[in-house]
C-alpha cells in the first residue's frame, strides 16, 4: 500500500529505535493527545521499541471518551421516542450512557443507525422525510468541517427533518487546561490531523507559555518513533518550539477552506469534557443561522436521573495525571465486555488500550 | 431496562462466546470444546454432523449469492473437522413476496455448488412467512459427514504441539469487504469478489498426509483474530503470528486503513487455518498450492510455548502487540 509501507518499514525503524536510544540522557514522558495516535501506539507495538527511559501517556483525545454520558442518554431518550432516527459514527454505539448503550436501545426497539459520515445522514434525511434524523455531531477539528458542510447543504437545501445533536470540541484549550492543572509532562506529540485544518501555529502557545516541546505528528509507526526522536532533541537542546513531523499532510496555516465552513457554522463555546469539566471556549456552538437544525433546540424528551460514576477515575486518566491500572474499577469491575467508562469502550481509549496490551503482561 | 440480544451477539467474538456459553451450551449439557461439528459414533462408525443458518444481506454478491454460501459453509464446517462430506439438509424461510425467479437462481447454485463439493442435498423444508417478518430468505443448512478415526483429533486440536506451523490458503477477509460494498455502505467500489467456496477437496489433499495435520477450523465470523484466540485457549498453548507473511489484498488493507477494521477480524467463507507439524509444514503448503482455492497459500506463523493461551503479532513494522479476540459486531469508526 504506496505511502503506508514505506512508513512501517521494519528496518528504517529499527534505526530510528536506535538513534533514540543513542540520545536518550533522563527521563522523558510525552503525551500524544490524539486517540488515533493511542491506537496506532499501540497497535504498531511502539513501546516495545522505545529505551525505558521514554514514556508515552494519553491524554483527553479520544472524541467518544471525552463525551459526557449524559449525551449518551439524550441519544437514546431521543432514538426512543418513536419519531426520531438517529444516525450515528459507530464508535458511539457501545458506549454507556447512565443506563443503556444504543446498542441495548437499538436491541429494545430504538431507531438508531451506523453512517459514515454527517453527509450520509442527511442523505438519509433526504430519502426518508417522514422521519427526523438527528445526526449526534461528535469529534474535534476533525469531524467538525464535515458536519459544518453538512449544514450549510441542509440549509441550501431546506431540509426540514434534519438535525446535529452537537458536541464538537476543539483541541488545543483542553491542552492549555491540562498543564493549568498541572499535568507534568515534557512534550505534546501534537495531534495530526487536527493541525491539518488548524495548522501547525495553533500549538505555538505551547512551547511560548509553558516552554514544552512539541511535535505535529503522522499516524504511523515511523511517524511515531521520528517525533519522539525530534521531541528528545527539542529537550536536550532546551530549545522548545513546534516542529511538524507530518509534512506530508500538515502545514503552518492549515485547511482556511475547511476552518471557513466551520467559522460560518459555529462559534466558540464553552463545553463539558466528560472527566474533565467545563472548559472555556473548549467547544463549538452552532450560530444563529443555522440553529434550526440544532436537536437539542428543536426536541425535548426526558433524562434519567444521572448516577454517579462511584470509583471511575477517568477523569484522572485522561489528564494523565494517573494511568489506567490505577483505577480501582480497572479490570475488575470495568473491562471491555462490562465496561464501566467510554474510555474502556473505544477502541482509541487508554483504557481499552491498556486492557488489550498490558493487562496480561 | 433487562438485557436483550444485540447485534454483537451475532458477531462471532467475545460476545457470541458468552452467549453460547451461559444461555446454550449449559441448558444442552455441551460441555467438551466448542468445535464446528460434532462428532457422533453410530454403530461403529465415526459420523461428523453440524449446522449453520445464513441470513446474509444483500442475496447476491460478486462471486456468490446466498445458496452457494449455504452450501459452501456447512460442507467446509464438515471438511475442517477432518470428515468426507456426504449428505446435506436445506431448509427455507421465505418471505412472502419474495420473486420465483430469484429463488430459482439461488437453488440452482446450491445444487450446483453442491455437485463440485460432491454432496447430496437429500431433505430439506420450506416455511412461508409474512412480509416484512424475514428479510427476503433465510437458508438454514445441516450436513453429515464420514470421518476417519485417525483424523478425530482435528477438530479438537488436542495434537496441537509448540513449534507447529500456521498455514492459511489464501488472503483473509475478502468476503466480508466484498459484502460491505455490496451493501451500498461504503460509498467506493471495490474490485473484489468474495471468497466463497467449498475447501473439501483442498483438505482431503492435506489429510492424506499422515499424521501431519493437527488441526483445522475455516475463518468465517471473527475472522483468523477469533480462530487464533480459540485455538489458543482450546490448548493452553501460545501463538505467534507473523503480520507480514498474512497475505492480505490490497483492497482489503486499505478498506481497513480507512475505517478503522482490524483485517484480522474479517470473515471469509473459503479460507482456512491448517495446524500442521513443522517438519510437514511445506509439504502440506505445497499440496494446498496445488488446489484451485490454495494458490496464494501462505505460512504465517508458529505454536509457541510462551505466553500461553495468547496470540502474539509480530508487526511488520518490527514492534509485538496481542492480536485479541474481536469483542462483537465490527464498526467502523470516526477518525
Not at chain 1, 426540514?160 to 488545543?172: D, S, T, W
Not at chain 1, 483542553?174 to 495548522?199: K, N, Q, S, W, Y
Not at chain 2, 503470528?241 to 474479517?266: H, K, N, T, Y
Amino acid at each position: 500500500m504506496k505511502y503506508v509501507d514505506e512508513y512501517r518499514n521494519g528496518r528504517h525503524i529499527a534505526r530510528l529505535a536506535e538513534m533514540i536510544s543513542r540520545e536518550v540522557s533522563r527521563e522523558y514522558v510525552f503525551m500524544e493527545v490524539c486517540g488515533g495516535h493511542t491506537a496506532a501506539i499501540h497497535r504498531f507495538g511502539i513501546p516495545s521499541l522505545l529505551p525505558p527511559q521514554v514514556r508515552l501517556i494519553s491524554g483527553p483525545g479520544c472524541p467518544v471518551c471525552v463525551t459526557p454520558a449524559s449525551y449518551i442518554d439524550m441519544l437514546v431518550a431521543l432514538a426512543s421516542g418513536g419519531e426520531v432516527t438517529i444516525a450515528m459514527f459507530g464508535d458511539l454505539m457501545r458506549v454507556p450512557g447512565t443506563m443503556v448503550t444504543p446498542a441495548a436501545a437499538r436491541a429494545a426497539g430504538a431507531d438508531i443507525r451506523v453512517v459514515l459520515s454527517a453527509g450520509d445522514a442527511l442523505e438519509l434525511a433526504s430519502s426518508e422525510r417522514k422521519r427526523n434524523v438527528i445526526f449526534p455531531a461528535i469529534g474535534f477539528e476533525t469531524t467538525a468541517p464535515g458536519t459544518a458542510v453538512t449544514l450549510t447543504e441542509a440549509l441550501k437545501r431546506d431540509v426540514k427533518n434534519f438535525f446535529v445533536l452537537n458536541a464538537h470540541k476543539v483541541m488545543p484549550p483542553a491542552m492549555e487546561m491540562l498543564l493549568r492543572e498541572g499535568t507534568t509532562i515534557d512534550g505534546f506529540i501534537c495531534p495530526g490531523h487536527v493541525a491539518v485544518v488548524t495548522g501547525s501555529s495553533a500549538f505555538d502557545f505551547i512551547p511560548r507559555r509553558y516552554g514544552l516541546a512539541c511535535v505535529v505528528t503522522g499516524f504511523e509507526p515511523a511517524d511515531l518513533m521520528l517525533a519522539v526522536l525530534m521531541l528528545v532533541r527539542q529537550v536536550n537542546s532546551r530549545s522548545p518550539r513546534v516542529e511538524t513531523e507530518y509534512r506530508r499532510a500538515v502545514t503552518p496555516e492549515g485547511n482556511s477552506r475547511a476552518r471557513g465552513y466551520m467559522d460560518e457554522v459555529f462559534e466558540p463555546g464553552d463545553a463539558e469534557w466528560r472527566g474533565l469539566g467545563v472548559i472555556p471556549n473548549g467547544g463549538l456552538t452552532i450560530r444563529e443561522k443555522y440553529r434550526r437544525f440544532d436537536a437539542g433546540d428543536r426536541f425535548s424528551f426526558d433524562l434519567p436521573e444521572p448516577e454517579h460514576e462511584s470509583g471511575c477515575r477517568c477523569g484522572e486518566i485522561l489528564r494523565g495525571v494517573i494511568t489506567p491500572a490505577d483505577c480501582p474499577l480497572f479490570a475488575a469491575a470495568c473491562t471491555p465486555d462490562s465496561p464501566g467508562g467510554a474510555c474502556m469502550v473505544s477502541d482509541e481509549g487508554a483504557c481499552n488500550t491498556w486492557y488489550k496490551y498490558h493487562i496480561h503482561e | 431496562m433487562s438485557e436483550r440480544i444485540t447485534l454483537g451477539h451475532g458477531g462471532g467474538g467475545r460476545e457470541a462466546q458468552i452467549l453460547i456459553r451461559d444461555h446454550f451450551a449449559s441448558r444442552f449439557g455441551m460441555n467438551g470444546p466448542m468445535t464446528d461439528s460434532a462428532l457422533l459414533h453410530v454403530s461403529g462408525d465415526l459420523l461428523a454432523f453440524t449446522t449453520d443458518s445464513y441470513v446474509i444481506s444483500p442475496l447476491f454478491f460478486p462471486g456468490g449469492n446466498i445458496g452457494k454460501l449455504a452450501v459452501c459453509g456447512t460442507v467446509n464446517d464438515l471438511a475442517v473437522s477432518g470428515a468426507e462430506p456426504v449428505y446435506l439438509s436445506a431448509a427455507f424461510i421465505i418471505e412472502e413476496g419474495f420473486s420465483l425467479d430469484q429463488l430459482d437462481l439461488i437453488v440452482t447454485s446450491m445444487a450446483d455448488e453442491a455437485e463440485v463439493a460432491g454432496v447430496r442435498i437429500v431433505t430439506g423444508d420450506t416455511k412461508v412467512v409474512g412480509k416484512g417478518t424475514c428479510d427476503g430468505l433465510f437458508i438454514n443448512t445441516a450436513g453429515v459427514g464420514v470421518l476417519g478415526r485417525e483424523l478425530s483429533h482435528i477438530g479438537n486440536a488436542s495434537a496441537v504441539r509448540e513449534g507447529d506451523r500456521l498455514i492459511i490458503n489464501g488472503a483473509p477477509g475478502d468476503h466480508a469487504v466484498t459484502i460491505l460494498a455490496a451493501r451500498r455502505e461504503l460509498s467506493f467500489d471495490m474490485p473484489l469478489v468474495s471468497d466463497c467456496a467449498c475447501l473439501n477437496h483442498l483438505v482431503k489433499k492435506v489429510t492424506g498426509v499422515p499424521g501431519a495435520v493437527h488441526f483445522m477450523r475455516d475463518l468465517t465470523r471473527g475472522g483468523l483474530a477469533a480462530v487464533l484466540n480459540e485455538l489458543a485457549a482450546m490448548t493452553g498453548c501460545g501463538i505467534e503470528v507473523d503480520e507480514a507473511s498474512v497475505p492480505f489484498q490490497e483492497p482489503v488493507r486499505g478498506m481497513c486503513e480507512i475505517l478503522g477494521f482490524d483485517p484480522f477480524s474479517l470473515a471469509s467463507e473459503g479460507r482456512l487455518l491448517v495446524v500442521a507439524a513443522p517438519e510437514e509444514a511445506d509439504r502440506i503448503a505445497e499440496r494446498m498450492r496445488q488446489d484451485q482455492h490454495g494458490r496464494d497459500t501462505a505460512i504465517i506463523g508458529r505454536i509457541t510455548s510462551t505466553r500461553a493461551g495468547r496470540v502474539i503479532l509480530n508487526s511488520a513494522s518490527g514492534g509485538q502487540r496481542f492480536l485479541e479476540m474481536p469483542p462483537g459486531q465490527l464498526l467502523p469508526r470516526i477518525c
